[in-house]
């Protein structure tokens, strides 16, 4: 009987043991996932690729009930609110018809000038529209999920814009999946123009609902309701896309509110600007016909 | 032991996944464009929630290598670039283990006992993953947007607890420890 206990002591303190190394095992493996992901980007990617890819269409099989839930939610806050809502679109449609006759009359006005100049316009943005079947907000990452990927011709950096302006790019693509890095992510940074006074600027986002404009030559002359668009430097960003309005300034740091309301977002719009199409259109044009000739000529 | 018709053995495999499926559930409601105002913060932590839950009552059903993997799919779910990877994995391994050990406290005590629990543990996650991710990141992150997520789940836990232990009301083997008889006393499986 002794025996007995002293071998099931033995045994139990054995097993605690093992339990216990095996905590630290994985303790040491979720560091070493850890310490993976920072040493090799591509593979992390890769892997993240593949996760958006297998959880996206559990996330579009959700996305129905998700909306009914939201537009719910919605329709109940907007109810308090209908007449002043009311009141302020009519105001607004007023304002903006009379802005459509005045962009009709500066649209047909810069085609005759640019006839007079020989201008010659920059590639032909197309644009794909997406849902949005997740968001990636946590209290770290701004961003968002879109059911279309490579195969719709989504590519890694282009633009994705609302109604309103500028949402954020592209980050990761996958098959039929990609994810979203919004303007306000921490990560993002933009080049801008400020539009009244075609000043060069970098804005920044911090995770806040706000996002931070840092001029590249002084602070001379930002105003508050000053608009900011994209100036197209360095990437595949269209030019002149509305990011936001200058909502504060102050002391070197001046505050911008986007336009794109990321609270309500549901359809986006991805801007193929073709800058990378431009240059792989360019080689596999001539190289189709050739190759499509050659193939009829050998039979 | 047990009968070994079809049935009890659907009824024994249902209970075995149940747990890791409402995680793997949570773990992908995670994205859910949910824009209710702050529950919506709160859903990155929902999985941490369950984690704690089905530790209380069934550890053995949710085993490390599971924690591991399922930390692992929700950082690169949720991540920006940048972000840890893993990072979750071993904040799930480490309340786990922390629920196991203080079982004493937690399982069948009041309530209010279970939630002050939870509060620690999730305050411990929270400010393991703010740490982790400000140093990759190598950013002074705001502290603020972690907070809200941290008190507003702390407010949804009792909502969510009591609805995930109805999960396993008929479980055998939620019962007491000294009755249960798969798990030893001072048995900490990982």
């Given at each position: 009987m002794a025996i007995r206990d002293d071998f099931e002591i033995v045994a139990s303190q054995v097993r605690v043991a093992v339990q216990r190394f095996a905590l630290g095992?994985?303790?040491?493996?979720?560091?070493?996932?850890?310490?993976?992901?920072?040493?090799?980007?591509?593979?992390?990617?890769q892997a993240r690729v593949l996760a958006l890819d297998l959880a996206s269409p559990a996330l579009e099989a959700i996305a129905r009930p998700v909306a009914a839930a939201n537009r719910a939610i919605a329709d109940l806050k907007e109810f308090a609110s209908l007449r002043e809502e009311n009141a302020r679109l009519r105001e607004e449609n007023a304002r903006l018809l009379a802005w459509q006759t005045a962009a009709r009359r500066l649209e047909n006005e810069n085609e005759r000038l640019r006839e007079l100049s020989q201008f010659r316009e920059g590639p032909e943005a197309s644009f794909i529209t997406a849902r949005i079947v997740g968001d990636s907000v946590s209290a770290y990452v701004r961003g968002a999920l879109l059911n279309v990927?490579?195969?719709?011709?989504?590519?890694?950096?282009?633009?994705?814009?609302?109604?309103?302006?500028?949402?954020?790019?592209?980050a990761e693509v996958g098959d039929n999946s990609a994810r979203v890095l919004f303007v306000t992510d921490v990560n993002s940074r933009l080049p801008v123009l400020v539009e009244r006074t075609r000043e060069r600027a970098i804005l920044a986002g911090d995770n806040s609902p706000q996002l931070r404009l840092n001029l590249l030559q002084g602070v001379a002359g930002v105003q508050r309701g000053?608009?900011?668009?994209?100036?197209?430097?360095?990437?595949?960003?269209?030019?002149?896309?509305?990011?936001?309005?200058?909502?504060?300034?102050?002391?070197?740091?001046?505050?911008?509110?986007?336009?794109?309301?990321f609270s309500r977002l549901e359809f986006v719009r991805v801007v193929d600007y073709g800058v990378t199409g431009l240059v792989g259109g360019g080689s596999a044009t001539p190289a189709t016909p050739a190759?499509?000739?050659?193939?009829q000529r050998s039979r | 032991m047990r009968a070994d018709g079809l049935l009890a053995m659907l009824d024994r495999w249902g209970r075995l996944i149940l747990p890791g499926a409402v995680l793997l559930f949570f773990v992908v409601l995670t994205?859910?464009?949910?824009?209710?105002?702050?529950l919506s913060d709160a859903?990155?932590?929902?999985?941490?929630?369950?984690?704690?839950q089905f530790s209380l009552a069934t550890p053995e059903r949710l085993p490390g290598p599971l924690l591991l993997v399922m930390g692992v799919l929700l950082d690169?779910?949720?991540?920006?670039?940048?972000?840890?990877v893993g990072v979750s994995a071993l904040g799930f391994v480490l309340i786990r283990a922390q629920v196991v050990a203080n079982r004493r406290y937690l399982v069948g005590v009041p309530f209010l006992f279970q939630w002050i629990g939870f509060c620690l543990l999730a305050a411990g996650f929270v400010l393991l993953v703010w740490v982790f991710t400000a140093i990759f990141t190598w950013t002074a992150l705001d502290p603020m947007p972690a907070t809200v997520q941290y008190l507003v789940v702390i407010v949804v836990y009792p909502l969510l607890a009591p609805l995930l232990a109805r999960v396993r009301p008929r479980d055998p083997l939620n019962?007491?420890?000294?009755?249960?008889?798969?798990?030893?006393?001072?048995e900490t499986t990982s």
């Open positions: 095992l994985l303790v040491i493996a979720a560091f070493g996932a850890m310490l993976i992901g920072k040493a090799d980007t591509v593979l992390v990617e990927g490579r195969k719709a011709g989504v590519a890694s950096g282009q633009a994705v814009v609302t109604g309103e302006g500028l949402a954020g790019r592209i000053d608009r900011i668009v994209t100036s197209g430097h360095g990437g595949s960003f269209p030019v002149g896309i509305p990011v936001g309005e200058v909502v504060q300034t102050g002391e070197g740091h001046i505050r911008v509110r986007p336009f794109a309301d190759g499509a000739t050659t193939g | 994205l859910a464009p949910l824009r209710v105002p702050y859903l990155p932590l929902l999985p941490a929630l369950v984690v704690f690169l779910l949720l991540g920006g670039p940048g972000a840890p019962v007491p420890e000294l009755s249960r008889g798969t798990a030893r006393p001072g």
